[in-house]
């Protein structure tokens, strides 16, 4: 007897292990998916085919979408469990070949447990994933708005979230008119207000979206001004220069946006004319040959959205200080090889300075200077730099004369201030009434400090009309 219960003992043994193996076996195969390297991913992008792992989809409108990878075919129900508004739900799906799309009622982070079924009941270990819906569409668009002043306009860039269209419109008043634009998000997702000319003003903006599908009616006010229209931005960079016999127009233009310019000279009525269409040179140029004369010049600059006014420059022309020479009613020698000197005033360098005696002789005001242009010009300004390095005893008050013989000298303007005292070394110029000139003589009356008794001076310049 004792030898059967041994028996009998070690068949029930063998048989409960068959059916743990079993058992063990079934749960490993519905440890899902079974096909090596699936698994789980959360992503806000939805998968073109079926993925190779189970996709979850944080999307729009407060939905969560799964998409489902290819499944063993013993998996005949998946089973979906979350809390929503305190409540649990629990969702079976029977059909893997389309997407789940799970409604909830927050945009907040939720769990959800799946788990799957063979055709006998038997479950598989359950897989939990934690992933928040997004908003409304058309709420996350208008929270999401950008407004930015542009050249003579404003854009308002809602972000791309769909392809769906969703109808909208934008509401200002412009000179008392009441204004609104259309469009359709997703469709034209930005949208440019144009022909606002007035960058200094503020405008009222109204941005309404209304999404049917969803019922969601959304407006939001922003206030902005336009952006500078690009003509304008030009304008302050405008400036001229001389070339030989050319007046050369210049112009910066950082905004890659295209331009038109026109330039005339007139030259005692002789009209000459340049320009340049749809430039977007950063460093622009227009060149005419003046004869090297003075003039008026005039340019306007043009931009999608404007034109400007013309804008007019007074040209004197440059004397050629080629033929030049200078006399001074004294030297110092002691203020270097290159200083002291009456060629130091025409050198074209203003590190360099005629000084008057100081450390010998008769050195009280007043002080002259004598710059013979080399041939008769028509005088119609000149020109005066202090020395760089020295802001005491320079000169205050001078007279300009001139002559055609250097012996006959006649004024032509006086008591004119000097400020040999500004805080950095830059030119001061003076015009005078047109006159024929081949002699320049600047006659120093006073000093700018009281007590000073010498002068000097860095540079001396002289322009014709």
């Known amino acids: 007897m004792k030898r059967k219960f041994n028996l009998n003992m070690s068949r029930v043994l063998l048989f409960g292990g068959l059916l743990l193996a079993i058992s063990a076996c079934k749960e490993e195969e519905l440890i899902f998916p079974p096909q090596v390297g699936q698994g789980t991913e959360v992503t806000e992008k939805r998968p073109t085919a079926r993925p190779s792992n189970l996709t979850y989809v944080s999307a729009f409108n407060k939905n969560v979408e799964i998409y489902w990878p290819e499944l063993s075919d013993r998996v005949v129900k998946a089973q979906i469990k979350y809390t929503d508004a305190g409540t649990e739900k629990v ?14 009622s927050e945009v907040k982070a939720y769990e959800f447990a799946l788990q799957y079924f063979t055709a006998d009941g038997t479950p598989s270990k359950v897989t939990k994933t934690e992933l928040s819906p997004r908003p409304y569409e058309a709420d996350f668009k208008m929270s999401s708005l950008l407004v930015n002043p542009v050249a003579g306009g404003v854009t308002f860039i809602f972000p791309k979230t769909s392809e769906r269209a969703i109808p909208g419109t934008i509401s200002y008043v412009l000179d008392g008119k009441q204004m609104k634009q ?3 998000a997703n469709i034209m997702d930005t949208v440019r207000i144009q022909n606002l000319s007035d960058e200094t003003k503020i405008i009222d903006f109204t941005v309404n979206l209304n999404d049917e599908v969803w019922n969601r009616n959304l407006t939001s006010q922003n206030q902005t001004a336009p952006g500078l229209l690009v003509y304008k931005a030009i304008l302050p960079t405008l400036n001229y220069s001389y070339d030989a016999n050319n007046v050369v127009l210049n112009w910066v233009n950082n905004t890659g946006d295209p331009i038109d310019v026109t330039y005339t000279f007139d030259i005692a009525g002789d009209i000459k004319t340049a320009n340049v269409i749809g430039s977007t040179a950063a460093a622009g140029s227009l060149k005419l040959d003046v004869a090297g004369r003075g003039g008026v010049m005039k340019a306007t600059v043009a931009s999608e959205g404007g034109i400007s006014t013309e804008q007019i420059f007074d040209i004197y022309a440059p004397i050629d200080r080629s033929a030049w020479s200078a006399e001074v009613s004294s030297i110092e020698t002691n203020e270097g090889a290159a200083n002291g000197k009456a060629s130091s005033l025409i050198d074209g360098d203003i590190n360099t300075y005629w ?15 004598v710059v013979n242009l080399g041939k008769e010009e028509m005088l119609s300004k000149i020109g005066m ?7 005491t005893g320079g000169f205050k008050t001078f007279n300009i004369e001139v002559s055609l ?3 006959s000298w006649t004024m032509v303007s006086q008591n004119l201030t ?3 005292e500004v805080a950095t070394a830059t030119w001061q110029d003076f015009v005078i009434t047109p006159v024929n000139a081949r002699y320049v003589r600047i006659t ?20 014709r009309k």
């Open 355 to 369: 000084h008057s005696t100081w450390s010998s002789g008769s050195f009280n005001y007043p002080h002259w200077f």
């Open 182 to 184: 259309a469009f359709n």
């Open 444 to 463: 120093m009356t006073a000093p700018y400090r009281v007590g000073a008794t010498s002068t000097h001076l860095a540079e001396f310049r002289a322009y």
């Open 91 to 104: 969702l079976d799906v029977t059909k893997f070949d389309t997407p789940v799309i799970i409604p909830l």
């Open 385 to 391: 730099i202090r020395r760089h390095n020295n802001t």
């Open 418 to 420: 000097f400020n040999s």
């Open 405 to 407: 013989n250097g012996t």
